[in-house]
């Protein structure tokens, strides 16, 4: 693994034509921590990826492979999915107060703008698969 790329393991779970879903499973980085069953943050998830892949046939479901993917793509996800959220709760937050809102009315329309963003990201999510790219580590 170099250090412009993430690399996963994962199992073949179905494919299509030129389309295979690998299941991965993510592990936090404190996987090694002794204190790690104490520790809610120190989970296991299990996620499916698609990924699109020209020489599918030669794969069966079942197949260990190495899915990778870039940091530089890692860090734009989490940008859209954590960091752009806090930045509009924060920002509608802050406008109402100015408004004079009060603070449960503020807080509320703060969480309410949430949905509408998610929206906008669901509605792109055939643009942002295509910049969000896996592949298969040969």
Same mark, same amino acid.
């Given at each position: 693994?170099?250090?412009?790329?993430?690399e996963?393991?994962?199992i073949?779970v179905?494919?299509?034509?030129q389309?295979?879903?690998i299941e991965?499973?993510?592990?936090?980085?404190?996987?090694?921590?002794?204190?790690?069953?104490?520790?809610?943050?120190?989970d296991?998830?299990?996620?499916?990826?698609e990924i699109?892949a020209?020489?599918?046939?030669?794969?069966?479901?079942?197949?260990?492979?190495?899915?990778?993917?870039?940091?530089?793509?890692a $860090?734009?996800?989490?940008?859209?999915?954590?960091?752009?959220?806090?930045?509009?709760?924060?920002?509608?937050?802050?406008?109402?107060?100015?408004?004079?809102?009060?603070?449960?009315?503020?807080?509320g329309?703060?969480?309410?703008? $949430?949905?509408?963003?998610?929206?906008? $990201?669901y509605?792109?999510?055939?643009?942002?698969?295509?910049? $969000?790219?896996?592949?298969?580590?040969q």
């Amino acid at each position: 693994m170099t250090r412009e790329s993430i690399e996963h393991e994962g199992i073949i779970v179905a494919k299509e034509y030129q389309k295979l879903s690998i299941e991965i499973t993510s592990k936090s980085m404190c996987g090694g921590c002794n204190a790690r069953e104490l520790c809610s943050s120190a989970d296991v998830k299990q996620k499916i990826i698609e990924i699109e892949a020209p020489s599918a046939a030669s794969y069966t479901i079942g197949d260990k492979v190495t899915v990778v993917g870039s940091r530089r793509l890692a $860090l734009y996800a989490v940008v859209l999915a954590y960091v752009l959220p806090l930045i509009v709760v924060v920002a509608v937050l802050i406008a109402c107060k100015q408004m004079g809102y009060s603070d449960g009315v503020a807080g509320g329309m703060s969480l309410a703008a $949430l949905p509408p963003y998610y929206l906008i $990201l669901y509605t792109l999510r055939n643009k942002l698969r295509k910049e $969000l790219i896996f592949r298969i580590k040969q």
